[in-house]
Every structure is written in structure tokens, then in C-alpha cells.
């Protein structure tokens, strides 16, 4: 019973920190996308339409945010994947290294209020791994900050010039070229594609596994006696893992979509690592590469967006549906609505948020 409970609390834990990932990616992608407007595209108008206004320190700032954020949409990415390959496996390991099978009376008796308790505070919980995530993309573009310095002309006028910390080889060996392509370009890439091949081929597995589980129960007698090896407790679990619940598999599809998303307009950014370390340079190609990399990177940031309104909107039908379901319970008597109560809970496989 009780690491039954824990089952079902780790799977809450799991689709909460989704949640909470996916809430600040959204966010992230917002900040990233505005920065970058901001700090490329507003000066382009200006000095395209032969307009005067005084944007230096703007564009040193936003450039500031445009890379922090950068970060930490790329590590969110991976916490994202990495939550997700979690959630698949860890679930069915539970359940196979449960030993014992609750009975019918003490299922019933667990109360709904304490689940609700423990997922409100588990809810600041699932927050600590993005808050991390932030503090480490902060410190980690430190030196990033001092990069790039304002510089005043003779004219009094206000340009950026790049410091001499940009131009040290040690610094570009060591930061630029080996970190940056390990923690934001290459590694993630190579992260995201492995975890995601990974998770996809274990529920491939499982999903053959199953069909292969499910004819040896299919058999089972309800009014006959339970046999030590088939008890219909027994097979309610494994029906449980047939039907994952409807919020666990848009968890699934959207952290799927994040991962494939990432993967295709990042792969750019990848290439130019490659290219920039082991081939010839054609500065005027490579520049124009670099463009279409980082549009490619907004274009993800913003579709990262709709991805979460999706989610958002996808809450709300099934919230609706969820509302209508329990007024038609309420009509009826008491003990048909525990009944009903008890088989929806036999259904579900992974329980909701």
C-alpha cells in the first residue's frame, strides 16, 4: 500500500516539475525573445531608416539578457527531456519492484485531501530545479558580460567596442570554443538527441511488452477464485500501465515536440562549432550562417511559446470535461458514485496533477 501511495506521489513530483519546466520555458523564451528584438532588430530600424536615437546602453544590456536567456532556454530544454525519460522509466520500475498488492478496502480508504495537500507543497519543490537551472546560466555568462564595453568617440558620441578580454586566445580556447560547445551548442545536442532516442525506444519496448502481457490476463475469470499468480489485483496493475492517464501522455507528445523542435533548429549552431574549428573560414558565408543560426534559435524560442499555450489550453478542455463529469456523479446515489470512483481509479494507470 504504501509504495503504492509512493508510486503515485512520484508521478505527481514528475508531472509537476513538467509543468513547472515547461511554465519556465515559456517564460525564458518570452524574455529571450523580446531582448533580442530589442537589441538587434529596433537599432537595424533605426539606422535602415536613417534615424537618429541613442540605443548603446540598451543594446548592451539586452545583449546581456539575449545571452543569459539563451542559456537557460537551452538548459531547460534538457531538463525538460531529462524530467520526461524519468518519468517514462521510473513508473514501471516501481511497479516492478513492488512486492505487494494493496487490497480493494484499504484503496478505497485512501482520502483525496492529503494527496492534494502534498502536491500544493510539493509545487514549490518542482520549481528548485529551474531557479537552479537560472543561477548556473547566470554565473556561467559572467565573463560573457565583460565582453563588450561602451566606448566615447571624439565627437562625444557612444559605440560598442569589444574588450581585450574578447581578443585573449586563452580565454577564447578555454570559454568560447571548448565550454560554450560543450554546454551550449554540442553538448545539449548531443544530450537532447540520445535522451530522446532513448525514451522513445523504451516505450516501444514496453508498449510490445504489454501486448504481449495482456493476452495471459485476458482470460481471467472475475468470479472465480484468484490464483497465486493471476489475481485480478494483478491485473488491474498491468491494465493500469495499458492506459496512462490523458494528462501524462500530453506531457509525452509535448516534451517530445520541445526535444525534435530543438534538435532541428539548433542543429545550425552545431555545424557552425564544426565549422569554425576544423574548416576554412569564408567570413562573408559564415556571417550570413551565423544570421539564419540565430533566427533559427529565435524561431524555436517562439514556437517553445505556443507549445505552452497549447499545454495551457489543453488544461483547460480537460479541466471542463472533469467539472461535467463530477455534476453528472453528484446526481447520483452514494454508493453507485464510490463504485464509479473505484473503477475510474482502476483505469488510470499514472494519476493527474
Not at 525519460?85 to 480508504?109: D, E, H, I, K
Not at 519496448?205 to 482470460?219: A, E, I, T, W, Y
Not at 534559435?297 to 480537460?318: F, M, P
Amino acid at each position: 500500500m504504501f509504495r503504492r501511495l509512493y508510486r503515485d506521489q512520484t508521478l505527481r513530483q514528475l508531472n509537476g516539475q513538467f509543468i513547472a519546466a515547461l511554465g519556465s520555458l515559456a517564460l525564458t523564451d518570452t524574455v529571450l525573445l523580446l531582448s533580442s528584438v530589442t537589441c538587434y532588430v529596433i537599432p537595424f530600424c533605426y539606422s535602415f531608416f536613417s534615424q537618429q536615437f541613442e540605443t548603446t546602453h540598451t543594446v548592451l544590456y539586452t545583449h546581456m539578457l539575449a545571452t543569459t536567456f539563451n542559456t537557460i532556454s537551452i538548459w531547460l530544454v534538457i531538463l525538460i527531456t531529462v524530467q520526461r525519460f524519468r518519468a517514462v522509466t521510473q513508473p514501471f520500475n516501481l511497479l516492478n519492484n513492488s512486492g505487494s498488492v494493496m487490497n480493494r478496502g484499504y484503496y478505497c480508504a485512501v482520502p483525496s485531501a492529503p494527496q492534494k495537500k502534498f502536491f500544493s507543497l510539493l509545487s514549490w519543490k518542482c520549481y528548485k530545479s529551474c531557479a537552479l537551472v537560472v543561477v548556473l546560466a547566470v554565473i556561467f555568462n559572467l565573463p560573457a558580460y565583460f565582453e563588450i564595453e561602451i566606448i566615447e568617440c571624439m565627437d562625444h558620441s557612444l559605440i560598442l567596442m569589444q574588450t581585450s578580454l574578447r581578443y585573449n586566445y586563452t580565454y577564447k580556447l578555454i570559454y568560447r570554443a571548448i565550454l560554450k560547445s560543450v554546454l551550449e551548442t554540442i553538448g545539449p545536442f548531443v544530450v537532447v538527441f540520445a535522451l530522446t532516442l532513448a525514451t522513445q525506444i523504451f516505450v516501444r519496448n514496453n508498449q510490445k511488452s504489454r501486448k504481449c502481457l495482456l493476452p495471459l490476463f485476458g482470460s481471467v475469470d472475475k468470479e472465480s477464485p484468484p490464483s497465486p499468480k493471476f489475481s485480478l489485483a494483478v491485473v488491474r496493475q498491468v491494465l493500469q500501465l495499458c492506459h496512462p492517464s490523458y494528462q501524462e501522455l500530453a506531457a509525452h507528445y509535448c516534451s517530445l515536440v520541445i526535444a525534435v523542435k530543438f534538435l532541428f533548429f539548433h542543429f545550425l549552431s552545431v555545424t557552425l562549432d564544426v565549422w569554425e574549428a576544423l574548416l576554412p573560414l569564408d567570413v562573408e558565408m559564415f556571417n550570413n550562417s551565423v544570421a539564419v543560426s540565430n533566427f533559427f534559435v529565435l524561431l524555436d524560442a517562439s514556437t517553445n511559446c505556443l507549445v505552452y499555450i497549447g499545454w495551457k489550453l489543453l488544461q483547460e478542455d480537460k479541466g471542463n470535461s472533469r467539472t461535467g463529469s463530477q455534476s453528472l456523479h453528484s446526481q447520483q446515489s452514494q454508493p453507485e458514485v464510490r463504485c464509479e470512483n473505484y473503477v475510474s481509479l482502476a483505469k488510470t494507470g499514472i494519476s493527474e496533477v
